[in-house]
């Protein structure tokens, strides 16, 4: 089976920056899309960020653009999230996950097939 590992979580003031990362186990891992999604209590999972096969092309939510950075590292499995100027409102549990559906960065949480465990960011005002 696949295995999504994230790390890099964890509690910062508004105005701080983080860094999570995502380590894919399996073969061929890295043809997938990948992404991020966030999920705050009582809330609907919703899109951050994506990135294409290719790496060629980026995706963002309208909330976290010209904040967020996604990037990958397709010889190591692993893609990152950089979170720059974090505010209070982007507290929730950060969800890796990857997709063989398709080869853009869909914004859709069915077309993915794989997830990692979730880590926790907390941003105090």
């Known amino acids: 089976q696949v295995q999504l590992v994230e790390s890099g979580g964890g509690l910062v003031q508004a105005g701080g920056s983080l860094r999570l990362a995502c380590a894919a186990s399996?073969?061929?891992?890295?043809?997938?899309?990948e992404g991020w999604f966030r999920q705050a209590p009582g809330k609907e999972r919703e899109f951050v960020s994506a990135?294409?096969?290719?790496?060629?092309?980026?995706y963002y939510a309208d909330s976290v653009k010209g904040r967020f950075t996604i990037s990958r590292d397709n010889a190591k499995n692993t893609w990152y999230l950089q979170m720059n100027s974090l505010k209070p409102e982007d507290t929730a549990v950060y969800y890796c996950?990857?997709?063989?559906?398709?080869?853009?960065?869909?914004?859709?949480?069915?077309?993915?097939?794989?997830w990692g465990q979730g880590t926790q960011v907390t941003v105090s005002s």
């Open positions: 996950a990857a997709s063989s559906k398709v080869t853009y960065g869909s914004r859709i949480v069915a077309q993915y097939d794989y």
């Open positions: 399996g073969r061929t891992f890295s043809r997938y899309t």
């Open positions: 990135i294409s096969r290719s790496g060629g092309s980026t």
